[in-house]
Structure formats: structure tokens, C-alpha cells
């Protein structure tokens, strides 16, 4: 019998504050900066409280100078030191595009291998806020899409905890993307977290019928979807990519071998995506093993639109995903 | 410590030692001659080198240039960081980078000090802290920051220095590093070198105030300008810049007047500028200025000028060999250096 592992509740949020205080703890060349971190607590209360526990130096507020901060973590990284930038959300990072892109993703290669950038950016992505065109962007896979950085995109409370510690011990650049909406969500974290394995997809779900292939707060959904339709007796397998960059291709394709079928439901806009990648990919490997032609739920090709019911048309939704997994499982090629 | 006494046995940092204007000796002639001759002649056989396709991409030279580099960065420790532009040969010979190995990389081989990865826009070298041949205008400079604040963080005591055009003044970025440097104190000494154009956009057409280092009061850093014809002048101004960052740990601004004789690239045919203007510039050829300012003080002789010109043809020719002799990466080694690889034994 197994041992009964002990748990508590918590919030995503609160999973991302224990991980990044343990970080502070246990290594003293850590150190967090971005706007609003220190003081304000966090924009969305991420870092409450770290201000007073490790100081305005190891809890670094900065002015709004997203290009300057981020390159400022690549040197500090270049020295020594182990930084955490937060950039308050993805929109933002597109000022801090050049650091990012020309230096910390090309140093080590430019460099014939000499510098490399051990560097963890922190942001949040997503729409579903009502927030418009300018605060809503779901960036994870555009990111993906540059060699020399990680891509990480935790959806779960063990790996907002967990992916921290791999991040920070990576020798290279890695870019966490946490959706604000997974904040409140709750759920149980082990009492002595641990670190998690970032190089490899999970699977969420187990199922025969068909392979959903998904992350972050699409992953939510997609999870919601499989339980509908398990009442209807349609057993969905889905797949929680958790690192867009380098992919996992294992897993998918393993799962595609036994369900046929495969749906990527993806909050990132469709042309020249991620899902575009992954669907690439399986045309590549598996295209024998398929029954039905690779489908895609992505973001609507629109700069999200203000209106409640304009932007929930305009994302991935839950009953989406349950009629285009039914169309697909009830067609025969 | 005096210039002769810049011996390998004494721990103290300085390479050679920055000495106000006035107090030269033969030595320190000798070598602030060779180092900028030998940036003069390295560059010009670069040229002739990219004529005859030896070397390909950008080649963007210093020509005119050559005190700014050597009256600075020898006032470095050799744990101090540098950060250069993508007009940096000048800045990788002086702070000791062979000349064997930047001009590999220029010919992209592996022996290149950045192993053929880079080309003349991205010269590094870890040993000597010198964190490229950036060729984002603007780019170095949170680069810099970055830097000078690890350091501090660590208790270390090293400066930052960082290298940059005036066209890079325009960029946002140029706002934002110069705010934060000041706001955290940090170790910086930013030399601005100043050669009047952003590629072919003149300082007047691209900036509303042209006196740069008058924008530094609105960041409460201390700032001066200096001749950057005259390599006595700037070792003067950078042997203040480098006492007041040392002493205070706040940053200083350093602007440097210069000039560049060559066109901006290869590529440039020089429509922006008459060719009356480089002619009187190159009157104040700073190999000229100096050689001629020494020899009247009787610490250079026209034996020395040949003298040194053999040596610095000899260091020419020798980079030059190795560079030919050098070898091409394996192709099958492409994909490498895009993530580090796992350490020996992991």
C-alpha cells in the first residue's frame, strides 16, 4: 500500500512566491528584480512580502525600463549571480525584445560558446481579463519559436512550484510564462515540493479516442473537455507540452501511435505557431499512424477585442474543444 | 607605481599605468605609439584583406580612432569588464586580445576569439573580460549595467567600462542604462566616442542638444569631454574617470571628440560628408599629433618610430599567417554553442 503523501492547499500564486523565497533561501547569488516586485508586493502579488524578509537588493524594484532590467539580469547572470527578472506581463517584454533576442539568446553562440547567460525571466501571458488588445497576448510559442532560449509553461501547482529550481540551475536563458488567470487557482502542493523534470510533456489524462495536445490554461480546459466527454464515452488522452522549447516529441507522437487522432488547442494565435509546429512535426513522423487530419483550436486572428463576448469568442473554449473532439472521433476517413 | 616599474612580478593591476599629461616617459611613448600604430596597420591590412575576400561581412574600421582605445582601457585591472561596440578591433588589441586571434576570427576560423562564431562585429574573450563586439547600437549598455551590478552584489571592486558611439545616445536605451547606473550607484565608466556620425546621419540631424555630455546632468552623473585626437589628453581625462569611480562608486561619463577617417563599412561611399572635412581632420591624425609632440620632448626619435613600425609590421604579418594557417570548424559542429553543453564527466 502506498505510503500517504502529505499535502497542502494552495494557490498557484502561492506556489510561485514559495518557490522563488526557496530559491532566495537556498542560494545567495538569487536575486529578483522588475517592476513593482519589491515594494507593491508584486503586480499580482507574486513576491508579497519578499521585500521584508530579503531586502531591497535581493528584492529588486526597478523603474519602467524593461530593456535595460533585462539586460542588466543578462550581466549580472555573466558575473555570477543567479537573476530572476520579472516582466510584469508578455506585452511588456516586447520592449525588452532586443536583450532578449540579440544578447542573452545569441551570447553563448556568438561567443564561439564563451559566455553563456544563466538567466530566468519571469512573466504572464494570457487573455480572458477584459484587459484589450495591448494587456492580452499569449506569446509562449512566438518565444519558442528562437534558438538558445528554454521555453517553460507551468499549468499545475507542482510545476509552478517546481520549475524554478531546474530554471535557475540551467546554464542558459529560460523564459517562464505563468497565465495570470492560474493564479487563484487552488489545488494541493506536497509539503516538500520538489523540482520537476522540465524536459519532458506529461500526461494529464489518460485516454484512447483521441490526443488532445495543449499548455498552460488551455490545458485547464482541455481537462474540463475530457471529463464532458468521458460521460458520452469518449476517453480523451491529454498532453501537457509544460516546455515549449525544445519540445518533447515523444510523448505526442507515443500517444498519437495509440489514439489515431490529434487535436492542439493553443491560446496562441494559429499562423506560424506552435501548434503549426507541432502539427508539422506529426505530419513529419506519424503521418501513418493518423485515422483524421491534425485539427487546431488556436486564438482567433484578431488583437483581442475589449467586449466580454467579442474576446471569449476570440480565445479557446471549453465547448470548442467538445464539439471538434466529437466531430473528430465520429468521422471515418 | 611608475611606468617602468609595470613589472609582471608586482600584483598590482594596471597594465600600464595611467599618468597625467606631462609626466611621460620614454617607455610609456614607446608603447602608447606601437599600440595605436598597431591598431592603424592592423586595420588597414583588414581592408586590404576584405578586398581581396579574405574576410567577409561588415568591417567597420577605427581609423582616426586609435587614441580613444589605447589612452583608456590600459587604465583597466585586468578584472575590470569591457564592453565594446561593433567598431571594436581597436578595443580588443588594446585591452590584450592577440592579434593572431581577432584576425582568425575576421577570416572565420576556429583558432578566431570567438571561434569563427562571431566575425569582426563580435570579438570576445572571456580571459580578459571582454564581453564583445555588440552590434546592437545601444545594446552594450544594459549589457554594462548588468555587469557592474553583479559585481557589486558579489563585493567585488571591479569597473565596467563601455564603449559607444554618439549614435547610440539616441537610442531609448541610452536613457534607461544611464538612469539606472546612477540610481544603484554602480561602477561604470561609459566612453562615449564621439566621431560625429551615426553611420551617415550627422550629430546635429539626429540630436536636439549636439554637447553630449551635457545630457548627463539629468542623470546627476559627473561628465567631461576630451580631444580624442590627443592620446595624453584622453589618458589624463580616463585617469580621472577612472580615480573618481574607484574612489565613489557612482559612474562617470567620459565623451570623446574624435573622427573617423575611413567610411563607416565597406559598403559606405561616403555621400554624407566632403572629403574637404576628412582632409582637415586627418591634420590632427592622432599618430601624427603625438609622434610629433614626442619628438620635440625628446622621448621618441625617428629611430624608435622605425623601430617600432618592424614590430608592429611583424605582429601584422604574423596575425595574418595564423589567420591563413587557421582551420574551418567541421560543419557537423553547426549546432553546437546554441545551449552549453554538459561539463566533462556529467
Known amino acids: 500500500m502506498e505510503a500517504k503523501v502529505k499535502t497542502t492547499s494552495t494557490t498557484y500564486r502561492g506556489a510561485v512566491r514559495q518557490a522563488i523565497r526557496q530559491a532566495l533561501l537556498d542560494d545567495e547569488r538569487v536575486f529578483i528584480m522588475g517592476e513593482d516586485v519589491g515594494m507593491y508586493g508584486g503586480c499580482f502579488a507574486v513576491t508579497k512580502g519578499l521585500i521584508d524578509e530579503f531586502g531591497p537588493d535581493r528584492v529588486r524594484d526597478t523603474p519602467l525600463s524593461e530593456s535595460s532590467f533585462v539586460g542588466a539580469g543578462i550581466g549580472a547572470a555573466l558575473t555570477g549571480m543567479r537573476p530572476i527578472v520579472e516582466i510584469m506581463t508578455v506585452n511588456f517584454s516586447m520592449l525588452a525584445l532586443d536583450q532578449i533576442l540579440n544578447t542573452a539568446a545569441t551570447l553563448l553562440h556568438m561567443s564561439g560558446g564563451q559566455f553563456n547567460v544563466p538567466l530566468v525571466i519571469r512573466t504572464t501571458s ?18 519558442a519559436h528562437i534558438p538558445g532560449i528554454k521555453v517553460l509553461s507551468p499549468a499545475t501547482m507542482e510545476d509552478a512550484y517546481g520549475m524554478l529550481k531546474p530554471a535557475l540551475e540551467d546554464p542558459d536563458p529560460v523564459f517562464i510564462f505563468e497565465n495570470s488567470l492560474l493564479y487563484n487557482s487552488t489545488g494541493e502542493l506536497l509539503s516538500h515540493p520538489e523540482s520537476v523534470d522540465i524536459d519532458k510533456a506529461k500526461i494529464r489524462r489518460e485516454g484512447r479516442d483521441i490526443t488532445i495536445i495543449t499548455y498552460s490554461i488551455s490545458l485547464l480546459k482541455s481537462l474540463e473537455a475530457a471529463k464532458e466527454l468521458a460521460k458520452e464515452g469518449i476517453e480523451v488522452e491529454v498532453i501537457d507540452l509544460r516546455t515549449l522549447r525544445p519540445l518533447d516529441d515523444d510523448t505526442y507522437l507515443q500517444s498519437i501511435a495509440k489514439t489515431h487522432r490529434a487535436l492542439i488547442v493553443d491560446e496562441g494565435w494559429r499562423s506560424g505557431s506552435i501548434s503549426s509546429e507541432i502539427a508539422t512535426r506529426i505530419m513529419e513522423n506519424a503521418f501513418y499512424e ?5 485539427q487546431r483550436i488556436c486564438r482567433e486572428e484578431v488583437p483581442i477585442p475589449y467586449a466580454k463576448h467579442l474576446e471569449e469568442a476570440a480565445l479557446p473554449q471549453t465547448k470548442q474543444i467538445i464539439e471538434k473532439v466529437k466531430e473528430m472521433v465520429n468521422a471515418h476517413g | 607605481m611608475t611606468a617602468s616599474k609595470k613589472t609582471k612580478t608586482n600584483k598590482e593591476k594596471k597594465r600600464t599605468p595611467g599618468k597625467a599629461n606631462g609626466s611621460i616617459d620614454k617607455e610609456r611613448a614607446r608603447d602608447l605609439y606601437r599600440m595605436m600604430l598597431l591598431i592603424r596597420n592592423f586595420e588597414n591590412k583588414s581592408a586590404e584583406l ?67 562564431r562571431g566575425g569582426s562585429m563580435h ?66 565608466i561609459f566612453i562615449c566616442e564621439n566621431n560625429l556620425y551615426a553611420m551617415g546621419t550627422a550629430l546635429g540631424r539626429s540630436e536636439a542638444v549636439t554637447d553630449i555630455s551635457r545630457k548627463l546632468d539629468s542623470y546627476n552623473i559627473k561628465a567631461d569631454w576630451v580631444d580624442g585626437m590627443d592620446v595624453l589628453a584622453v589618458d589624463k581625462a580616463m585617469t580621472e574617470a577612472v580615480k573618481y569611480v574607484r ?100
Not at chain 1, 290 to 294: G, R, S
Open chain 2, 50 to 116: 576584405y578586398t581581396q575576400e579574405k574576410i567577409r561581412g561588415f568591417l567597420h574600421l577605427y581609423n582616426g580612432e586609435e587614441a580613444v582605445a589605447v589612452g583608456t582601457i590600459p587604465h583597466l585591472s585586468e578584472e575590470d569588464n569591457l564592453v565594446g561596440t561593433y567598431r571594436e578591433h581597436a578595443h580588443a588589441l588594446t585591452r590584450g586580445i592577440s592579434a593572431g586571434s581577432i584576425m582568425a576570427e575576421m577570416y572565420g576560423k576556429q583558432e578566431g576569439c570567438s571561434r569563427g
Open chain 1, 290 to 294: 493518423l485515422d483524421w487530419p491534425v
Open chain 1, 126 to 143: 494570457g487573455g480572458g481579463k477584459q484587459l484589450a488588445a495591448q494587456h492580452s497576448h499569449a506569446l509562449e510559442g512566438w518565444y
Open chain 2, 123 to 188: 570579438l570576445f574573450d572571456k580571459k580578459t573580460n571582454f564581453y564583445g563586439g555588440n552590434a546592437i547600437v545601444g545594446g552594450g549598455f544594459p549589457l554594462a549595467v548588468g555587469l557592474a551590478l553583479g559585481d557589486v552584489m558579489q563585493g567585488k571592486d571591479n569597473i565596467t567600462c563601455c564603449f559607444f558611439g554618439e549614435g547610440a545616445v539616441a537610442e531609448g536605451e541610452f536613457h534607461e542604462s544611464m538612469n539606472l547606473a546612477s540610481l544603484w550607484k554602480l561602477p561604470l
Open chain 2, 247 to 346: 574612489e565613489f562608486r557612482k559612474p562617470y561619463f567620459l565623451e570623446a571628440r574624435t573622427y573617423r577617417f575611413r567610411a563607416h563599412s565597406m559598403f559606405d561611399a561616403e555621400l554624407y560628408r566632403e572629403k574637404k572635412e576628412v582632409e582637415e581632420w586627418k591634420k590632427k591624425d592622432p599618430l601624427v599629433l603625438f609622434y610629433k609632440r614626442m619628438k620635440k620632448q625628446g622621448l621618441l626619435t625617428e629611430k624608435d618610430k622605425e623601430k617600432i613600425a618592424m614590430e608592429v609590421d611583424m605582429i601584422v604579418k604574423e596575425a595574418v599567417e595564423f589567420a591563413e594557417q587557421g582551420t574551418w570548424e567541421p560543419v557537423e559542429d553547426l549546432t553546437r554553442f546554441v545551449y552549453s553543453e554538459p561539463e566533462e564527466g556529467e
